[in-house]
């Protein structure tokens, strides 16, 4: 051949050997390493033709299967749960055509699927050889779940959720929702049934597939006013100082004044001047109130609400995450002083309440939430295990202790006396108003139990009453975990 021709052919082949080796890249990386993204795509109808074809692993939590797999005759299997409404917040449900809670948080490494689980991760990949599904062990306490739910379902309210929270880990030991459903009726494998199940389901009006604890916001009433507090003492007040009270307030430009409860009045809440652990103690709208409109003040409380989690979606799983709580920044003084005693534009979810109330026990550290312990292979090797997360400091440690001097004066002398002697060490009670409405949110935070106090609870009911209503169940629940 002559040199000219020698040059193209040697081109050609060069081009074509780099075009094989692309080709051979894109297949490798297609079925290797994006093949589970391809799987995922929600263009991907055979995703939900074949999920019930593999075995998923078990959700467990204290030893006991709250989900797991069962083997029919066609080889399909068929999800189960164990006391469906009671760990229906935990769980989720794993349906024809979705995943919540567990379920989807960790779907891929249930059905298999996870890199993690890969013996080879490279090769197992490439070759598309099928890994069994993990176990997912979940952080909360079967006993006290139990206990929550019962106490929730009795009580008589419309919606009603619990959560407990360690406050030193951040370990969720409790989330509990009302009402609730069961995800065998929406996991069945009989598509037509299932769409009938959700369909019954989301034309409830309260919800049952919402989870209360985390995915739908309350005005948290008197509860909000720990935030307040704290806000006053990272602004430099104590315990001791003397904050204003009385009967009324009328903040700068407002309509109306804020009062305190009719059964305040001949109370200490009357009195021009008292310390700001008495007015905590027995909850004075008054003083709040006037923090928030004028000392320290809408940016402060903003500031020190944020620094607990408002505003935020707080992830306490692979991708579930909360609805965000919130507080108005705002530069007009009446909603600042109706937001500061929990009402107006302040809503907040139970875990986020939870989150408060554990960070005032946890030396002013709020830790990260999270519902899964460890993760472990099908042979009991643990896979991952969970480490505690710091999320943010929201007080200096003195600051805390003196946070939770102030909610045991509740507990001891003020609204949530009733209480003393029970497993609640201190806590916060709360009455948000909802407009025309014959029922109220009754909301408890505390801590406990008095002995060695490490959880951190929050406990909402919707029915006509007080706060006070819902501390006997945050009583219980720290009572089911050994307070």
């Known amino acids: 051949m002559k040199p000219g021709i020698d040059r193209a052919v040697g081109r050609t082949w060069v081009v074509t050997l780099v075009m094989v080796i692309a080709l051979m890249a894109n297949i490798t990386y297609v079925q290797g390493f994006d093949a589970q993204n391809l799987r995922d795509d929600s263009l991907n109808a055979r995703q939900f033709e074949d999920r019930f074809k593999v075995d998923r692993g078990p959700i467990v939590a204290d030893g006991e299967r709250l989900a797991w797999s069962e083997e029919r005759a066609d080889h399909r299997y ?12 935990i769980t989720g449900y794993f349906s024809v055509f979705a995943q919540a809670g567990l379920e989807q948080a960790e779907n891929h490494f249930l059905d298999g699927s996870d890199a993690r689980l890969a013996t080879s991760n490279f090769v197992d990949k490439l070759i598309g050889e099928h890994v069994p599904g ?3 062990e979940a952080t909360v306490d ?3 779940q139990r206990a929550a739910y019962d106490a929730l379902a009795s009580s008589g309210a419309r919606r009603a959720a619990a959560v407990v929270l360690d406050a030193g880990t951040g370990a969720v030991r409790v989330m509990a929702s009302t009402p609730s459903y ?8 009989d598509r037509e049934k299932a769409v009938n199940a959700f369909n019954r389901l989301s034309g409830q009006k309260l919800k049952p597939l919402l989870n209360k604890a985390t995915g739908e916001l309350f005005p948290p009433g008197s509860t909000f006013k720990t935030v307040v507090a704290a806000s006053a003492l990272e602004a430099g007040a104590s315990a001791d100082t003397r904050v204003r009270a009385g009967r009324g307030y009328r903040p700068p ?3 109306q004044a804020i009062n305190n409860d009719a059964g305040d009045i001949g109370g200490s809440c009357d009195l021009n001047r008292i310390p700001l652990i008495e007015a905590y103690a027995q909850s004075c709208n008054t003083t709040f109130a006037y923090m928030g409109a004028e000392e320290p003040g809408n940016d402060a409380v903003h500031r020190e609400a944020a620094g607990f989690g408002f505003g935020d979606r707080i992830e306490y799983a692979n991708g579930l995450k909360s609805a965000p ?9 009446a909603l600042s002083a109706l937001g500061a005693i929990g009402q107006g534009s302040t809503v907040a979810s139970p875990l986020q309440m939870a989150m408060v109330a554990a960070g005032v026990l946890n030396d002013g550290v709020v830790m990260r939430p999270h519902l899964v312990a460890k993760v472990r292979a099908s042979d009991g090797s643990t896979v991952d295990t969970i480490s505690p997360r710091r999320m943010s400091r929201a007080l200096t440690s003195g600051q805390a202790k003196q946070m939770r001097d102030l909610m045991k004066a509740v507990v001891e002398r003020g609204t949530g006396k009733s209480l003393k002697g029970t497993s609640v060490l201190g806590g916060k009670t ?4 909802v407009e025309g409405a014959a029922y109220n949110d009754r909301w408890f935070i505390g801590f406990g139990p008095p002995e060695n106090p490490g959880y951190a609870v929050a406990v909402m009911t919707e029915a006509p009453g007080y706060g006070i209503e819902s501390g006997p169940i945050a009583a219980k629940i720290i009572d089911a975990l050994g307070g």
Request: without cysteine; hydrophobic residues 25%.
């Open 78 to 89: 068929q999800r189960r749960y164990k006391d469906g409404p009671v760990f229906a917040p």
């Open 134 to 136: 993990g176990t997912v």
């Open 142 to 144: 079967v006993k006290a």
């Open 182 to 189: 069961d995800p065998n009726d929406v996991s069945t494998l």
């Open 253 to 255: 430009g407002a309509g």
């Open 325 to 333: 709580s919130s507080f108005p920044e705002t530069d007009q003084p």
């Open 430 to 433: 709360g009455t948000a108003d």
